[in-house]
């Protein structure tokens, strides 16, 4: 079953001479529970894909559809509602409330969607981040890998459609990099949990069922590996 699929992305910037294209006719799908790593280097597009997939930038041209929905003709409030219950995303820097604790931090979509956070499906997501000992604790109490944490369980509140990470682990130590590639993959095998991540770094991208490689703004390898 396809749960996402591009139809000639493109982005530009600028016009005439300076006109530049970020994302040039790309076109992909993925198959609910796959997890797949896009790579490339500074500059290839794959963060400008990233932001497109999750709704918080618009392509020049071209489609995304999600979970059957043409994300690409959504009016401004539909797409914000649709991103809140359909698109997790995971950031480099986390993005937590600094004010608000571990608990509060995550059922903040919830909230924000005028729903009543479950607390039994609360706990058991907090004790699956391995969190259970710290739900009371505020961002700033917390190390850069529980931080990260707190940030993948706040984009799975929703039960989303796709899950997005951008460079997860660009803040973090190896150790901590592993954890988190790790909880990713435990997400993904048994909640059958879509996932999409960016990422610079080939080694972490072996981690993943598939990897599609952009430079210049295109596909130039996409291949699925046995795990």
Do not use: W
């Not at 539909?78 to 993005?95: H, T």
């Not at 039994?120 to 700033?140: D, F, M």
């Amino acid at each position: 079953m396809k749960i996402l699929e591009t139809n000639n992305l493109c982005k530009t910037y600028g016009k005439g001479d300076t006109l530049v294209k970020a994302l040039d006719n790309v076109s992909f799908s993925v198959e609910k529970g796959e997890f797949v790593a896009i790579i490339g280097p500074s500059g290839s597009g794959k963060s400008t894909l990233l932001h497109i997939l999750g709704g918080v930038d618009k392509a020049t041209s071209g489609r995304v559809t999600i979970d059957n929905t043409d994300i690409s003709a959504l009016d401004e409030t539909a797409l914000a509602i649709f991103r809140r219950r359909q698109i997790g995303l995971v950031y480099q820097f986390y993005n937590l409330i600094p004010i608000l604790t571990v608990e509060e931090n995550l059922t903040l979509p919830l909230l924000l969607d005028g729903r009543t956070p479950d607390k039994k499906q609360v706990a058991e997501l907090i004790e699956k981040l391995g969190l259970s000992n710290r739900i009371g604790h505020l961002p700033s109490e917390l190390s850069g890998g529980q931080q990260q944490r707190v940030s993948i369980g706040r984009a799975l509140i929703n039960h989303p459609a796709l899950l997005l990470a951008d460079e997860p682990t660009g803040n973090l130590d190896s150790e901590n990099s592993r954890e988190i590639i790790s909880l990713l993959r435990k997400f993904n095998r048994e909640a059958e949990q879509t996932v999409i991540m960016i990422t610079h770094d080939e080694k972490t991208a072996l981690s993943a069922d598939r990897l599609i490689a952009i430079e210049d703004g295109r596909i130039v390898r996409d291949e699925r590996r046995a795990q």
